[in-house]
């Protein structure tokens, strides 16, 4: 693929609003999972819940949008200059030319699973003040980011489960290739809500204890939420330093709806697509942020597919011990985790593992290093089989 | 943008059971009946999700199937954008009734089946495909979305792509905020480079002028009720089979033109 540049990118998880408190937790192995009680589920569990959510007020505009979901989107537009960036994008290429394509799973369904509990005994008619188009219907965020930019080009959400945000990068660099578009605004918005805390404890996926992903007890998934966002854009020259997408690929497992292939079948295809569409080899890749949700089955399928791709030596680790699985905006968080590697020359270690599984035998990093890498992979992978790999590569001096 | 190349195209729909029906509608053969749909689950499902099976999975794989025999390619070897404005809402809806109940344990399958890409889930594992598949929402620009995405994949993997565009009716009470009345889905199958068999040949464009509207009053309502049905303009226009331009609705500001090269 023609490479795009990440021109701007920022990211809001439970470890804080922006890039500073990403690249300050990661260095130091904090978790931002917490055991609590949330809204009204009658049991503790373990989650990764953004800070002042509930906080923010959308501007009065955007009444009818305020949903937890968009809350979280405005509270990440808001960090490291991102939303001035876009601006200036616009001011570039035209309102018409910048599209927005986001991930999300859930969207603002929170809004609708309130409003059920409060039916009309009678009509069972829901109450007046539920806008479904702009908080529950999956476009809602995207809906949300066009109008805040006030922008008359393409848009749509990706919702594949937990691979959305990260096929955004893929649906742009198609658009911008095709001429449709000069820049995009990517990435991916998930917030907490009841579909997938019972949905996920249903099919007893949700650990007990936070989430430890690749560790020889590890037992379940934590639920976070998060918001990431980065602006592509063609590079007109190459500036050393720079992050820049440089592949993607994606496949279907076609195998179950929510369990994987046991070898990893459909992520190996995912893998080798994006190293053949940015012209790499396995050996080429310095570190692989692993999608390593921390269910038994999830895991031991990545393993053997990145095993059979790159082998046992390349770094690998999952920062979902840190954020919490984030669902539908996982893929953008990781792909900004992964600017992070290669802006600030360190592989993350994951947090909460302390033995790798020995059943498992990719190079999982439990320390720190400190490296400074060219190339990374980010793997995300999704219920219904949906899978998509990414690569990102620093401009060299 | 380059060109695109039409292979092969089907449509459900009140009154529109197939594509051969539809062209007669389209072309003021015989006239638009509002019937009810019947959605049947392909026998390609395994039994137990055939039995399953709820109109999202039913009239997806259906529209699906039909584009790609229409097109002579097997499904397994198709790249798909499955685009849809509420996905199974038949199953949003029984998750929302749980979690509002006082056992809000909700089913292992109702959960998985409550991703918007859940039909395209069950249409890769009943067809073996493992080429890439998105599951696309644009409220009501789902249509435009969904044929924008399948025309820069078949362009940018030089490989032809499945759109599968299609929405069920709501239930109540979800209807009072969404009221779409009947199932509607458009299969198209998209090439990137012509073939002996191409249908026509496509240029999409983003435009700022207003969407065309259908001139029968029917059809006209459905194309305004239901997001995939957006699509009427087109279709008819590939129904006549004649050369010319069609404005489909998209978004606020940005609008669809395609011209048909016949």
Redesign the interface.
């Known amino acids: 693929m023609r490479p795009l540049r990440l021109s701007a990118y920022t990211l809001t998880s439970a470890l804080g609003a922006g890039l500073a408190d990403h690249v300050a937790a990661l260095r130091a192995q904090r978790s931002g999972i917490v055991r609590q009680h949330w809204e009204t589920i009658d049991f503790e569990f373990c989650m990764g819940e953004v800070a002042g959510v509930d906080g923010v007020v959308l501007d009065s505009a955007f009444a009818r949008y305020d949903c937890r979901n968009n809350r979280l989107a405005q509270l990440g537009l808001a960090q490291d200059g991102f939303a001035e960036r876009v601006r200036e994008a616009i001011a570039r290429h035209g309102a018409?030319r910048v599209a927005v394509l986001l991930g999300s799973?859930t969207s603002g369904?929170l809004n609708?699973?309130i409003a059920?509990?409060h039916?009309d005994p009678q009509t069972?008619?829901?109450p007046e003040d539920?806008?479904?188009?702009e908080t529950h219907?999956?476009?809602s965020v995207?809906?949300f980011v066009?109008r805040y930019f006030q922008l008359?080009?393409?848009?749509?959400?990706?919702?594949?489960?937990c691979s959305s945000s990260a096929?955004v990068f893929a649906?742009a660099?198609?658009?911008i290739?095709?001429?449709?578009i000069d820049a995009a605004i990517v990435g991916g918005v998930d917030s907490l809500c009841?579909?997938t805390v019972?949905?996920?404890?249903?099919?007893q996926l949700v650990s007990p204890d936070p989430c430890r992903p690749f560790d020889a007890s590890r037992n379940g998934i934590s639920i976070g939420e998060g918001a990431a966002f980065a602006l592509l854009e063609r590079p007109d020259t190459a500036v050393a330093g720079e992050v820049w997408l440089t592949g993607a690929g994606?496949?279907?497992?076609?195998?179950?709806?929510?369990s994987p292939h046991p070898e990893g079948?459909?992520a190996q295809?995912a893998m080798r697509s994006a190293l053949a569409s940015a012209g790499l080899q396995p050996a080429d890749i310095g570190y692989i942020n692993l999608h390593g949700t921390a269910t038994p089955s999830n895991d031991a399928a990545e393993d053997a597919a990145v095993c059979a791709v790159f082998g046992t030596q390349t770094p690998a680790s999952s920062t979902k011990g840190h954020t919490g699985h984030t669902l539908g905006a996982a893929g953008g968080i990781e792909a900004v985790i992964c600017a992070l590697v290669l802006t600030e020359g360190f592989l993350p270690a994951g947090v909460g593992t302390t033995t790798q599984d020995p059943a498992l035998h990719c190079h999982y990093l439990l320390s720190q290093r400190d490296q400074q890498v060219q190339h990374v992979l980010s793997n995300s992978f999704?219920?219904?089989?949906?899978n998509c790999s990414l690569v990102f590569s620093r401009v060299q001096a | 943008?380059?060109s695109v190349y039409l292979e092969g195209i089907s449509v459900i729909g009140p009154g529109m059971p197939d594509w051969p029906m539809a062209r007669q509608v389209l072309r003021q053969e015989s006239a638009l009946e509002i019937a009810p749909v019947t959605l049947t689950a392909p026998d390609i499902l395994p039994a137990t999700e055939r039995r399953r099976a709820g109109a999202a999975t039913k009239l997806s794989m259906s529209i699906g199937l039909a584009a790609a025999r229409d097109a002579g390619l097997d499904p397994a070897t198709l790249a798909n954008v499955f685009t849809s404005?509420?996905?199974d809402c038949d199953n949003?809806h029984a998750?929302?009734?749980t979690?509002?109940s006082d056992d809000?344990?909700?089913?292992?399958t109702?959960?998985?089946?409550?991703?918007?890409?859940?039909p395209?889930?069950?249409w890769?594992?009943a067809?073996?495909?493992?080429?890439?598949?998105?599951?696309?929402?644009?409220?009501d620009?789902?249509l435009g979305?969904g044929l924008?995405?399948a025309?820069?994949?078949a362009?940018?993997n030089g490989q032809p792509c499945l759109m599968i565009a299609f929405d069920t009716a709501y239930p109540?009470?979800?209807f009072?905020?969404?009221p779409i009345p009947y199932p509607f889905g458009v299969g198209l199958v998209i090439s990137p480079v012509p073939t002996a068999t191409s249908r026509a040949e496509l240029k999409l464009s983003?435009v700022?002028t207003p969407a065309d509207v259908m001139a029968d009053t029917g059809l006209e309502s459905l194309r305004q009720q239901i997001p995939a049905a957006r699509a009427l303009p087109l279709l008819q226009l590939l129904a006549r089979q004649t050369a010319g331009r069609v404005v489909l609705d998209?978004?606020?500001?940005?609008q669809l033109a395609v011209e048909v090269v016949q």
């Open positions: 018409s799973s369904i609708s699973e059920y509990r039916r069972g008619r829901l539920l806008y479904y188009r219907n999956s476009y995207a809906d066009r008359s080009g393409p848009a749509s959400v990706v919702s594949t489960a096929k649906t660099a198609r658009m290739d095709a001429g449709l009841l579909t019972y949905g996920f404890s249903s099919l994606e496949s279907s497992d076609a195998y179950h709806m929510s079948l459909g295809h999704g219920f219904g089989g949906s | 943008m380059n404005t509420g996905g949003c998750l929302l009734e979690l509002a809000r344990m909700v089913s292992p109702r959960f998985h089946n409550s991703v918007h890409n859940a395209a889930g069950y890769s594992i067809t073996h495909c493992m080429a890439p598949s998105t599951s696309l929402c644009a409220y620009a789902t979305a924008l995405e025309a820069t994949m362009l940018g109540k009470p979800l009072q905020l969404r983003l700022s998209y978004l606020e500001g940005c």
